[in-house]
């Protein structure tokens, strides 16, 4: 290292050597240094790496030496207070062809290098858009030898002018205020990254004029974007005029909001935005924003008028358009009125009650004449208004309603589709009347709904005005499959409809027809035989049986439909409990022809069916030494009705091993939970047990009488009874 004296006499040297190369002391050209002139702060070892960085001043030298065997590299570490130019001249030995290398803040990420111009040969480095902050300069080359490295820093024109960053996005914008100037920077690079562009927001009270003036510096060709109030969509922007030239944006027609302007450009430096704001004439005449579409619809009252005006922008769409909305208490007549501004064409769209289906228009008669829409026979309900038109200015809308001259005379409306169905009692009158329009469509149709408690026929009478030509349609509980239609037979002639066969539910009627006028709906309910002895549903499959005692009855009903289905089967299961006979007897109602399936224990096994004797008509199916377990009965046939199944069941006795004398019985009670063992001889020592599947005893006793009772309540599942006497037994597997 080379000391602050060393030095000293370096530059007296070099001094006094151009003073002998020009014969005389040029004191215009050459100065002698002074005493802090000639002190060049040294740098200080080991500084091989950007974490061993020397750190050096702004505008200032240091002196430092490098060679190609233990010490390649030299970093030294600077800090920049604003944005701005930085600036380094390396002045090498004799023997030494230095280069500099410049690092972003994290001593890593390379920026910029000088040209390695040669042994002896000064070498400049210049980065003229640094963000403040801290950076590193390393010093490498060939050969080997001193150096003196000088740096100078140049501030951009407004150093402590930056705008708040970061707000690079919408997200990250600064607000401003509208009719203040402000200033930024743009185009500086740091820690990573560059500022391409500022984003900033603001917000104006009104509808009204936006001025944009952006003064750049001369080293910065930039121009301004705007963007609408979702800080994505692109309004305008200005042409971008050149480096140093200031460029203009202005947007005349702007919504009263808050919105987002971008700078951006090419090159950098710094920047001045002025802002002018200019409200519209009324400010506060607007109608009330948004209501551009039907779901922003503004609600008007009847017979009263209301003003507003179109054509300023925000918020993705140009006002366009004003919807309004009202409502009219009865079906009647609507008349409305446009008085446009003579800058403005308007007109005037009717929609119906969804806001969408268009009903009618008026006719766009010219900038500032009057417009008119008049429609005479709309539903009671609530409809939308429309303006639109050409041009831009205020307007006056005034509406006029007439009710129709009996207003309360109607059914109950809307009830022109399924979900907006009257329910009506059953074996009962309804009135109402069609011809009106709204709600989509004129009023063609009326629907109502109705409940059955229990399955049977349902009959409906339509007594119509000669006015009108009239029909019945009945759908199901779902208000869309179509049942059945009544047939339409004439103006004023009554319609009748019959469907015999419905199960218990709700289900619709729908009157419609053409013409118009008043009409008289009555209806009558007859239940089935055994309105309240339905099966309980659903019994389609095996998997679904009812259960079924047997020596029992059960009820049940078949072949009616709704919802979707026709009750055309049922299942029952029931359980034996040994080898015998069952019978099944089926007893159907007068409108049913039934019949009996037999199945085995997997359900699906066909055993055995009845004949199917006729409509109204007992069938009987027997199957004699079934095995004792579980089996399934099927209700089928042609018709509609109720019947009723009795099933009974005679057992075998099954004796193993020598039954004693075949006068021994095992008899199970099912019901009463009892088992009776009967004739045992006096004169035989007679005892039972009673065995589970597992193999265990549950009972073990001796039997001293001739007929004897088990209580076998609280036990379920298969077991075998026996009965032993000296050398014989008799054996029994029973179910409860």
């Known amino acids: 290292m080379k000391s602050a004296r060393s030095f000293l006499v370096f530059m007296l040297l070099v001094f006094l050597g151009n003073v002998v190369a020009s014969g005389k002391a040029d004191t215009k050209s050459v100065k002698l240094p002074s005493q802090n002139q000639l002190i060049t702060p040294s740098e200080v070892e080991p500084n091989n790496t950007s974490f061993e960085a020397n750190d050096i001043e702004l505008n200032s030298s240091i002196s430092g030496e490098i060679n190609n065997i233990d010490d390649n590299y030299d970093f030294y570490r600077f800090t920049i207070p604003n944005d701005g130019k930085i600036t380094f001249i390396i002045v090498p030995g004799a023997a030494l062809d230095a280069y500099l290398d410049l690092y972003d803040q994290d001593g890593e990420s390379f920026l910029h290098y000088s040209m390695q111009a040669g042994v002896g040969i000064t070498d400049t480095l210049v980065y003229p858009n640094l963000k403040a902050g801290t950076y590193y300069v390393r010093v490498g080359g060939g050969g080997e030898g001193t150096y003196t490295l000088n740096n100078v820093f140049t501030p951009t024109a407004i150093p402590d002018g930056n705008d708040a960053e970061p707000n690079d996005t919408p997200a990250e914008s600064v607000f401003t205020d509208y009719n203040i100037p402000f200033t930024g920077h743009l185009g500086f690079l740091g820690n990573g990254a560059t500022d391409l562009t ?63 302007f971008r700078i951006g450009g090419g090159g950098y430096g710094s920047y001045t935005l002025n802002n002018v704001f200019t409200a519209t004439s009324i400010p506060k005449g607007n109608d ?145 009347h069609l011809g009106y329009f709204g709600n989509q469509m004129a009023d063609y149709y009326d629907f109502y709904s109705f409940t059955t408690p229990v399955d ?92 079924l005692n047997i020596n029992n009855s059960k009820t049940g009903h078949i072949n009616y439909f709704g919802n979707g289905t026709l009750d055309y089967y049922d299942f029952y299961t029931f359980s034996i409990s040994a080898k ?106 007679t005892s039972i047990e009673i065995i589970d599947v597992s193999g265990r005893i549950i ?8 007929n004897n009772q088990i209580n076998f309540s609280g036990k379920r599942g298969l077991f075998l009874v026996k009965v032993s006497s000296g050398k014989t037994k008799v054996v029994r597997k029973v179910v409860f």
Request: hydrophobic share 35%; proline share 4%.
């Open 198 to 260: 500022d984003f900033f927001s603001f917000t104006i009270p009104f509808d009204g004029k936006m001025t944009f003036t952006l003064i750049p510096e001369n080293t910065l060709d930039c121009n301004i974007d705007l963007y609408d109030q979702d800080g994505a969509s692109f309004l305008a922007s200005s042409n971008q005029t050149g480096v140093g030239i200031n460029d203009t944006l202005i947007y005349g027609n702007l919504k009263a909001g808050t919105y987002f």
């Open 288 to 432: 009330v924003e948004p209501n551009d579409v039907q779901a922003e619809s503004f609600q008007i009252g009847i017979d009263v008028p209301t003003t507003g005006h179109l054509g300023f922008l925000g918020n993705g769409a140009t006002d366009l358009t004003d919807f309004f909305s009202f409502t009219i208490p009865f079906d009647g007549k609507m008349t409305f009125t446009l008085i446009p501004e003579n800058t403005l064409d308007g007109y005037i769209d009717l929609y119906d009650q969804d806001g969408a289906s268009f009903l009618m228009s008026s006719m766009q008669t010219g900038v500032g004449v009057n417009d008119t829409l008049n429609y005479g026979n709309l539903k009671a309900g609530t409809y939308y208004i429309r303006i639109g038109g050409g041009g831009y200015g205020s307007y006056t809308l005034n509406n006029v309603f007439t009710a129709t001259s009996i207003p309360n005379g109607n059914d109950v409306e809307p009830n022109d589709i399924q979900t907006e169905s009257l329910p009506i009692g059953l074996d009962g009158s309804n009135t109402g």
């Open 456 to 547: 049977g026929k349902i009959l409906f009478t339509l007594v119509q005005d000669n006015t009108i030509d009239a029909y019945m349609d009945l759908l199901d509980q779902d208000g869309i499959n179509f049942l059945r239609v009544s047939s339409e037979t004439g103006l004023g002639v009554t319609d009748s409809l019959v469907f015999s066969n419905l199960k218990a539910g709700t289900y619709f009627i729908r009157i419609g027809g053409g013409g118009y006028g008043s009409y008289s709906l009555n209806n009558y309910f007859t239940p089935t035989a055994i309105p309240n002895g339905n099966d309980a549903e659903p019994n389609e499959t095996y998997a679904e049986a009812n259960s």
């Open 580 to 685: 015998g006979k069952i019978t099944a007897i089926l007893t159907p109602e007068n409108t049913l022809d039934a019949y009996i399936d037999l199945y085995d224990q997997n359900g699906t096994t066909f055993l055995r069916f009845s004949t199917q004797t006729g409509t109204g008509i007992a069938d009987t199916l027997i199957y004699e030494d079934l095995n004792a377990g579980s089996y399934f009965i099927g209700i089928g046939g042609s018709g509609y009705g109720s019947y009723t199944l009795n099933l009974s069941f005679t057992e075998n006795v099954v004796s193993v091993e020598n039954p004693i004398k075949n006068q021994v019985t095992i008899v199970p009670n099912f019901n009463n939970k009892i088992i009776s063992i009967n004739n045992i001889p006096a004169s035989d020592v």
């Open 699 to 706: 009972l073990r006793e001796r039997l001293f009488n001739t």
